[in-house]
């Protein structure tokens, strides 16, 4: 439900805000919880992806240029 803009009074709005401060801590808290393991796991995709990326370059360098070591 949506309070249109100056019904609210002054004293209730500071109430819900008071009383919607430990939900806001409380989430906070759990984004920085979370914050190494998303780091982590975001650092290991642009690893995978570069370590990927080299290999097919390399892959397909290989496959357009004429071999050696055939006679």
């Known amino acids: 439900m949506h309070t249109m803009e100056g019904f609210l009074p ?3 709005a500071i109430g819900r805000s008071a009383a919607s401060l430990p939900f806001l801590a409380w989430g906070l808290a759990s ?3 979370h914050m ?3 780091q982590v796991a975001l650092g290991a995709g642009f690893i995978g992806y570069f ?3 080299a290999a097919m370059r390399e892959r397909l360098r290989r ?3 004429p071999s ?3 006679s």
């Open 31 to 33: 984004i920085k919880k």
């Open 63 to 65: 496959e357009r240029s």
């Open 36 to 38: 190494h393991s998303l």
């Open 51 to 53: 370590l990927g990326d």
């Open 10 to 12: 002054v004293e209730h």
């Open 68 to 70: 050696d070591t055939t």
